[in-house]
């Protein structure tokens, strides 16, 4: 994850930036990792050293002029010297980038013929040629299921889902079947449970409450305790399904 998706993340950027981006790093991602499997393909055909032979390493020693208390033998190291290998006289040898690049021929070029006018007789065919090592990217739905499981990416669309709802919850109204609109956000609700219990202990059948749009050119109207009642039901109901919980 590059810091500039964690910063859209951050950002609350849309869900489309947030996909191309990651798009674009799993597609850089496989780029490099065939690239890395091509160099080490390359390596352990050409490596660029070699162990030394118990005659170079005896030549390296008499070259360095040691006393001969100084001396070591070759079997007795840990680890070779290792020295450069020469490619020079390898008729065989690539570099990397002709390795990497390296071609064949699928179609072979075909001359033109002409008549003994000079017409053309057939046309010439072009030599066809196509990489030996071609890099095969991700297909689109590899692709799309990689950005779909991300687990940041379903993070964020788990707290976008959240902040949804709970933006959804504090709006929340709920329509009586007679047309009066009412607030159901969390305190709201509280609100209806808690006049619905004082109406009954004072056995009252109607109060004044104050709706979310108007009723008749009025938003405080005088409603019954059952109205009440349906209110605090589809209140609940309808916070029920945004949770999930119905």
Request: charged share 35%; hydrophobic share 35%; net charge negative.
């Amino acid at each position: 994850m590059t810091p500039q998706i964690i910063r859209c993340i951050g950002a609350n950027k849309p869900l489309t930036v947030i996909k191309k981006l990651l798009r674009e790093e799993y597609l850089r991602l496989d780029r490099v990792k065939f690239d890395e499997a091509i160099r080490a393909e390359y390596d352990s055909l050409y490596p660029m050293y070699r162990d030394m032979t118990e005659e170079e390493f005896i030549a390296y020693q008499n070259a360095l002029e040691l006393q001969p208390e100084d001396l070591v033998t070759y079997d007795s190291l840990e680890v070779i010297t290792q020295v450069e290998i020469d490619y020079s006289e390898d008729e065989n040898y690539k570099t990397f980038e002709e390795y990497k690049n390296e071609t064949r021929v699928i179609t072979e070029a075909v001359e033109a013929t002409y008549d003994e006018d000079g017409n053309v007789l057939t046309e010439a065919i072009p030599e066809v040629t196509e990489l030996v090592r071609p890099y095969v990217g991700l297909t689109d739905e590899e692709l799309e299921a990689m950005v779909e499981s991300n687990e940041l990416l379903l993070e964020y669309i788990d707290s976008i889902a959240k902040t949804t709802k709970e933006e959804t919850l504090s709006k929340l109204t709920v329509t009586l079947t007679d047309g009066k609109v009412f607030y159901a956000d969390a305190e709201s609700r509280l609100d209806l449970r808690d006049a619905i219990q004082l109406g009954l202990d004072l056995g009252q059948d109607t109060t004044y409450w104050k709706l979310a749009e108007e009723f008749n050119g009025q938003r405080i109207v005088e409603v019954t305790i059952d109205e009440l009642k349906e209110a605090s039901k589809l209140a609940l109901l309808t916070k029920g399904q945004i949770v999930g919980a119905v």
